[in-house]
């Protein structure tokens, strides 16, 4: 168990909706992480907040944003879903900005989106 | 921008063998992580082994070690003694020392182990 909590696990919508992913860091730990994962484009880094502000931000298209709350918990919106949408959405966190002194960041189970 | 390539998208080991796993990366730093991450069919993301590049020695887990060439941007894993639990998709992972936008991935080595 790494710490980092994500809901749903399992998710099933239709083309043009819009869903929230959700991700609790592990205890003490101010930087969240948000990584795709689909079959033909691997684990692509999508954006990342630390301590409530976004530091960086990767292939993420413009119908999905995020933020991070005052409890440093996360949340993925994607809209206007798409086929190509469906992927595993994994949240990570780490200590500091830059995963502290081991750079290592600690991955959640995951979030599985399936658009129809 | 960093680059993580595995060349390998499947291999197949006897159980008990040893196994590497081929890793290079492209960077411009000096300073900088590495990882591998091990995704089993669950497809939690696991830690199994991470490198400073300021080190010279060559980071060892149990049954996993590293060979880590700095200079030729190559990073990869031996498994020695493999178990069927090992079978999964091993991802290689970069990130800049003082990185700020997570790590990078290679597209991953699917690795059997046959019995």
């Known amino acids: 168990d790494s710490g980092v909590t994500q809901t749903p696990k399992h998710l099933i919508t239709a083309t043009g909706q819009r869903v929230t992913l959700r991700c609790s860091p592990r205890s003490g730990d101010l930087s969240v992480y948000w990584y795709q994962q689909s079959l033909d484009q691997g684990l692509q880094f999508l954006i990342q907040?630390?301590?409530?502000?976004?530091?960086a931000k990767g292939n993420i298209l413009e119908r999905f944003s995020a933020q991070q709350f005052p409890d440093l918990h996360s949340e993925l919106n994607l809209s206007s879903l798409e086929l190509g949408d469906s992927a595993l959405y994994f949240c990570a966190s780490s200590v500091g900005l830059a995963g502290g002194n081991t750079g290592e960041l600690f991955f959640g189970e995951g979030s599985r989106l399936t658009v129809l | 921008a960093q680059t993580v390539t595995q060349s390998q998208p499947e291999m197949s080991v006897q159980e008990a063998e040893t196994v590497t796993l081929s890793c290079t990366y492209d960077t411009s730093e000096s300073d900088y992580y590495l990882f591998w991450y091990k995704q089993p069919p669950s497809r939690q993301m696991i830690l199994v082994i991470r490198q400073e590049a300021y080190k010279q020695q060559n980071a060892t887990e149990n049954r996993f070690s590293v060979n880590f060439q700095k200079a030729a941007k190559s990073f990869s894993l031996k498994i020695s003694d493999s178990q069927l639990g090992d079978a999964a998709m091993y991802f290689c992972a970069y990130r800049s020392w003082g990185g700020a936008d997570g790590l990078t991935f290679g597209k991953g080595t699917h690795l059997i182990i046959q019995p």
């Open positions: 907040y630390y301590n409530g502000e976004e530091r």
